[in-house]
């Protein structure tokens, strides 16, 4: 009885008996051959193997083309731009201070907490964690009957958690299709900053990075 070869199945072993039921069905010289012999068996291996990595590599091609059964990262997030959203990063915790300290006499009239500014809390459960002041700020103004700087309420200290880290990478020309790769994977590219400066051909970037 002549049968076709099945092409649904994907398991090499179901590959390579389909191939050879196809030959024995047939009416051919092949059809008496010893299919177990080394020389044909060999072959067999390599017919069934080539046809399982095409089967398992077109599956896996059709897979990754659909956001609802995408596998790898870098797929989902190709599929997901062309719905226009762009996947987060890490996200640095946030925290917005209001308080008062005492102040110097002859300290000026308002205090600024400069960019870089670190706070360090700890607690006993849960251990130390460090945020940091993304920008200059001037949030604390002198009480001169009290003697301490403090902050309107209603425009707390914002700060957030990690360290600052600045990237220098040297541009490569106008047209220049490099990447330029951040090392740093648990950084909150909502805090990235670019700057760029012609004169030194050169580009740096800093942003936070979640401890």
Same mark, same amino acid.
């Given at each position: 009885?002549k049968?076709?070869?099945?092409?649904?199945? &994907?398991?090499?072993?179901? *590959?390579?008996?389909?191939l050879?039921?196809?030959?024995?069905? =047939?009416?051919?010289?092949?059809?008496?051959?010893d299919?177990?012999?080394?020389n044909?068996?060999?072959?067999l291996?390599? @017919?069934?193997?080539?046809?399982?990595?095409?089967?398992?590599?077109?599956?896996?091609?059709?897979n990754?083309?659909f956001?609802?059964?995408? %596998? &790898?990262?870098t797929?989902?997030?190709? @599929?997901?731009?062309l &719905?226009?959203?762009?996947?987060?990063?890490?996200?640095?915790?946030?925290?917005?201070?209001?308080?008062? /300290? !005492?102040?110097?006499?002859?300290?000026p009239?308002?205090?600024i907490?400069? =960019?870089? !500014?670190?706070?360090?809390?700890?607690?006993?459960?849960?251990?130390?964690f460090? /945020?940091?002041? @993304?920008?200059? @700020?001037? %949030?604390?103004?002198k009480?001169? *009957?009290?003697?301490?700087?403090?902050?309107?309420?209603? !425009?707390?200290i914002?700060?957030?958690?990690?360290r600052?880290? #600045?990237?220098? /990478? *040297?541009g490569? +020309?106008?047209?220049?299709?490099?990447?330029?790769?951040i090392?740093?994977? #648990? *950084?909150?590219?909502?805090? &990235?900053?670019v700057?760029?400066y012609? !004169?030194?051909?050169?580009?740096? +970037?800093?942003?936070?990075s979640k401890?």
């Amino acid at each position: 009885m002549k049968e076709q070869i099945k092409v649904s199945d &994907l398991d090499f072993q179901t *590959i390579k008996k389909n191939l050879i039921d196809h030959f024995v069905n =047939k009416d051919t010289q092949f059809s008496d051959w010893d299919f177990e012999g080394s020389n044909l068996n060999t072959m067999l291996d390599v @017919l069934a193997y080539n046809t399982h990595y095409n089967g398992v590599l077109a599956h896996m091609a059709v897979n990754e083309s659909f956001i609802d059964s995408a %596998q &790898l990262r870098t797929s989902v997030v190709s @599929l997901a731009k062309l &719905l226009g959203y762009t996947p987060r990063s890490y996200s640095a915790a946030k925290a917005l201070l209001s308080g008062e /300290f !005492t102040a110097s006499p002859s300290g000026p009239n308002k205090f600024i907490f400069e =960019k870089g !500014t670190r706070f360090v809390t700890s607690s006993a459960s849960a251990g130390s964690f460090e /945020f940091v002041v @993304l920008d200059d @700020l001037i %949030q604390m103004e002198k009480d001169p *009957i009290k003697g301490v700087y403090k902050n309107n309420p209603d !425009t707390p200290i914002c700060i957030y958690e990690g360290r600052l880290i #600045n990237r220098t /990478f *040297i541009g490569h +020309g106008l047209h220049d299709e490099y990447n330029y790769v951040i090392p740093d994977k #648990n *950084i909150d590219i909502s805090t &990235l900053k670019v700057k760029v400066y012609p !004169t030194a051909a050169k580009q740096t +970037g800093s942003g936070n990075s979640k401890a």
